[in-house]
């Protein structure tokens, strides 16, 4: 009966459109969104087939926060177009410029002032843009962004958007090790909220360096750092997979995470398995979340 309600409750969250009751005036809407690069040869599933489909689905959830990975320049200028009410920021990882895929982030200019932004790469030397590091097998970038929030007077937080290497093992575990030590300094204490493609499970050495256990955290943490999801679905279940293939599988490991520090509550969740027809906007599923 427990499992049972358990599937009904995850069912019912992967539904829900932006204008769940459950937000109220001052909430964060996240979204962090895989949306796959636009060079790739998908034929059915490319880009230029997809790509307003990839639009109206950000465009459905409204998001105050929007985390982009695998977006090339002109993938980002077609998002800007798209969605004007929102300020860009993003370096593409080979350059720290205009090549190669970014982890562009994107926030609603009328709600907040941008106070500072950066990219590191995940890499012994993480201020040398294009540098590779440990067993990577490509240059991986972090963007981040310091926002005032005009919906709450005096609230800053730090927006950080990544992907990190779908091969490197050594290289997502200190990606993610860097990524923990990224948030506690540039933080300084305040609120930070993360979103990205992690390529790897919560059974995972990455998740495990990054995301605080609530039952036991690690010894030396500084802040705890929420998985938005897990919080909303404490127990596990079997069709929680965030990566498609362009086929709606539901099974495998949720590689996209959306994280948060202490100061913020999740009150929503969920996957969105949005299909058309049998096809996907793109070979990852959206995942959102709702911040308080």
Do not use: C
């Not at 499992?3 to 069912?11: D, G, N, Y």
């Not at 009150?267 to 990852?284: C, F, L, N, Q, T």
Request: aromatic fraction near 10%; charged fraction near 30%; avoid cysteine.
């Amino acid at each position: 009966m427990r499992r049972l309600a358990w599937i009904i409750a995850f069912l019912f969250a992967t539904a829900v459109r932006a204008d769940d009751p459950a937000r109220q005036p001052g909430d964060l809407r996240v979204l962090s969104f895989n949306i796959r690069y636009g060079t790739a040869k998908d034929g059915a599933d490319h880009w230029d087939k997809r790509k307003d489909f990839v639009a109206e689905t950000i465009r459905k959830h409204d998001p105050d926060l929007l985390g982009t990975q695998e977006t090339l320049p002109f993938q980002a200028d077609f998002l800007k177009e798209k969605l004007p009410g929102y300020t860009f920021v993003g370096a593409g990882r080979d350059d720290g410029k205009t090549k190669g895929e970014m982890a562009a982030l994107f926030f609603r200019t009328d709600r907040f002032e941008k106070v500072e932004e950066g990219h590191y790469w995940m890499s012994p030397t993480p201020d040398v843009p294009g540098s590779k590091g440990w067993d990577s097998s490509l240059p991986r970038v972090t963007t981040w962004v310091k926002l005032k929030d005009k919906a709450k007077a005096g609230r800053t937080f730090v927006f950080f958007n990544t992907h990190f290497d779908h091969l490197g093992k050594q290289a997502r575990v200190e990606s993610a090790k860097m990524l923990r030590q990224r948030i506690e300094a540039l933080g300084g204490g305040a609120l930070a909220i993360v979103t990205g493609d992690f390529n790897a499970g919560e059974s995972s050495d990455p998740y495990k360096a990054v995301v605080t256990d609530p039952k036991t955290p690690a010894p030396g943490e500084k802040v705890k750092i929420t998985d938005s999801f897990r919080s909303i679905f404490p127990e596990r279940g079997p069709t929680e997979g965030s990566f498609n293939g362009f086929k709606g599988t539901k099974d495998g490991a949720r590689i996209d995470w959306i994280l948060h520090t202490p100061g913020l509550t999740t009150v929503s969740a969920g996957i969105d398995r949005v299909e058309r027809e049998g096809r996907y906007p793109s070979d990852h599923f959206p995942v959102w979340a709702v911040l308080r």
